[in-house]
């Protein structure tokens, strides 16, 4: 069964520096994506990044990249240049071929000025 | 990316009855998803929505208490029967249209009382 860890309940950055948010996946099959979002206090899921099991270079958005260790089955989350807009859950989330998305526990994440 | 849309915003209801959120996206997709989210914690999925066909339910989830329809590629309804204060949580939609993506609609906010 496939299981997606962060093992960060909160993390604290300081405003304008760079935080990686940990996660971690166990699945026995080779084709896979993973995913990050952002959940403000509003209670959206707004899409991040992803991520797929077979691509050769790191996924990166803007701020946003993904370190993807694939023989170490992690899958961190840098942001780079923190903002005060920042602070709000991370989610990991993992996706098999046959499409419902398994998530982790999620990070809390506080941009201090 | 695919837009979603979900009505109820939020709601208040009482024990015992039921609350239907409807749940929109501005493109024909295969699969819909039903999430639920409790206070503090991670997103569970409840079913698939599978049009044409009856929806695919995760382990703890049923038909009786959460039954859903998907008339057409693009709309899906999610029910809570009966309710308690212990399916006080956000309902989130979800769909994607390739292994690659996955987007979430803005959720449903339910209090029981």
């Known amino acids: 069964a496939q299981k997606i860890t962060q093992t960060q309940p909160g993390m604290f950055v300081q405003e304008k520096e760079a935080v990686t948010l940990d996660c971690t996946y166990d699945?026995?099959?080779?084709?896979?994506?993973l995913f990050w979002y952002k959940q403000p206090s509003s209670g959206e899921m707004i899409f991040l990044i992803y991520?797929?099991?077979?691509?050769?270079q790191n996924a990166t958005e803007g701020r946003y990249s993904l370190n993807f260790q694939k023989a170490r089955k992690s899958a961190n989350l840098v942001i780079s240049a923190s903002q005060l807009g920042d602070s709000a859950m991370y989610f990991c989330a993992m996706k098999l071929s046959y499409g419902k998305l398994t998530f982790g526990q999620g990070t809390i994440l506080t941009v201090h000025p | 990316s695919a837009v979603i849309s979900q009505k109820p915003s939020r709601d208040i209801c009482q024990r015992g009855t039921s609350l239907t959120i409807q749940c929109q996206v501005d493109s024909q997709v295969t699969m819909m998803f039903w999430y639920r989210q409790q206070p503090g914690q991670s997103l569970t999925l409840i079913a698939t929505?599978?049009?044409?066909?009856?929806?695919?339910?995760e382990s703890g989830f049923v038909i009786d208490k959460f039954p859903i329809s998907r008339p057409n590629l693009t709309f899906s309804t999610l029910t809570v029967s009966n309710m308690s204060p212990e399916d006080s949580s956000i309902y989130l939609c979800?769909?994607?249209?390739?292994?690659?993506?996955?987007?979430f609609g803005p959720g449903t906010r339910l209090t029981v009382t």
């Open positions: 991520q797929g099991s077979y691509d050769q």
């Open positions: 699945t026995s099959d080779p084709s896979y994506g």
């Open positions: 979800s769909a994607g249209q390739g292994a690659y993506e996955q987007y």
């Open positions: 929505a599978n049009q044409g066909s009856e929806a695919t339910y």
